[in-house]
């Protein structure tokens, strides 16, 4: 059906898709950390990078890799974008 308001509704989307940007951007950062720890370290990459290898995942398991969420008034049907 049609938004009861337009005008939010398309604020909320834009609002929606900066929040996916920040997520998008954020792993991209984290995932240069890992890049560049395993690059550093070399050989001795799976005892020095734990830290960085837990930050990076620990963001990427997240729904939708950590993005900001409303209040779903159905949250089962929020499966992601």
Do not use: M, S
């Not at 792993?27 to 020095?48: A, F, P, S």
């Amino acid at each position: 059906g049609r938004a009861q308001d337009p005008v939010q509704y398309i604020l909320a989307a834009e609002q929606r898709a900066r929040e996916r940007q920040i997520a998008y951007e954020t792993v991209r950062l984290l995932r240069q950390d890992v890049i560049e720890c395993y690059r550093k370290e070399g050989v001795n990459h799976y005892d020095n990078c734990v830290a960085v290898n837990k930050r990076y995942y620990d963001v990427v398991v997240k729904n939708d890799v950590g993005q900001v969420q409303p209040p779903w008034a159905n949250p089962a049907k929020n499966v992601g974008f």
